[in-house]
């Protein structure tokens, strides 16, 4: 079963405004990341904060982790046109004994509004 | 600087048909995956490969079969397609899983089966 849930589904701000999205999981995990999939495209990772982490910087990104909430955030700031995508988290998948994959939420589908 | 390579990227298939979906990676990652993302959902793990030679199953194996004869090529073949089997395949190489590194995912074959 899928381990990250994104809130909100869907997200529609103007431009230049800042967008959070939030994602909530289930179990324990050594990490998490955060993915973007333009329409019709492939995922692309935009970011990784480990467990040990409570926030990281990338850009105009920020990630935020709350292992005793098991929940993390992500902020993009000063959002553009170019933004307007799907965001997934991803934390890892388990088999039985150690990660041996990756498990995504349903996405957050962010609108930028010109 | 291919990176992840699927073909074909758009596939009709009448049920009970068999096909392979094509996966092929050029930056030497050991660990390569299968995904299917329907409408709605986020990814699902169908079968990952920790190194040539070696394959396990995911989260959603059945109806899947894979084989990894070289560490470049990690190919996806269905046996007797069905209707529920209609779907976005993405497939995705890491590094080396367990360095909580990034995943690099193809453009995705969206696959049809009627």
């Known amino acids: 079963s899928q381990q990250g849930e994104e809130d909100p589904q869907a997200l529609s701000i103007q431009e230049g405004e800042n967008a959070t999205m939030n994602c909530s999981y289930k179990t324990s995990i050594n990490n998490l990341q955060w993915y973007r999939q333009n329409s019709g495209r492939g995922l692309v990772h935009l970011i990784l904060i480990r467990s040990n982490e409570r926030e990281k910087h990338s850009g105009r990104l920020r990630v935020t982790l709350d292992t005793s909430k098991k929940s993390s955030s992500l902020l993009i700031t000063a959002s553009r046109a170019a933004d307007t995508a799907s965001y997934f988290c991803a934390t890892d998948w388990y088999s039985g004994g150690g990660a041996d994959g990756l498990t995504f939420g349903k996405g957050t589908h962010l609108i930028i509004q010109p | 600087n291919a990176g992840v390579t699927q073909t074909p990227k758009f596939q009709v298939l009448k049920t009970g048909q068999s096909m392979t979906l094509q996966c092929a990676q050029d930056?030497?990652?050991?660990?390569m995956s299968w995904y299917r993302q329907d409408p709605g959902m986020g990814l699902r793990l169908i079968h990952y490969?920790?190194?040539?030679?070696?394959?396990d199953q995911g989260e959603v194996p059945n109806g899947y079969n894979v084989s990894r004869s070289t560490t470049e090529d990690f190919p996806l073949r269905l046996l007797s397609a069905a209707p529920s089997q209609t779907s976005v395949y993405f497939c995705a190489s890491t590094g080396w899983w367990g360095e909580n590194t990034e995943a690099f995912f193809g453009q995705g074959t969206r696959l049809t089966v009627v």
């Open positions: 490969s920790v190194g040539a030679g070696i394959t």
């Open positions: 930056m030497n990652h050991e660990y």
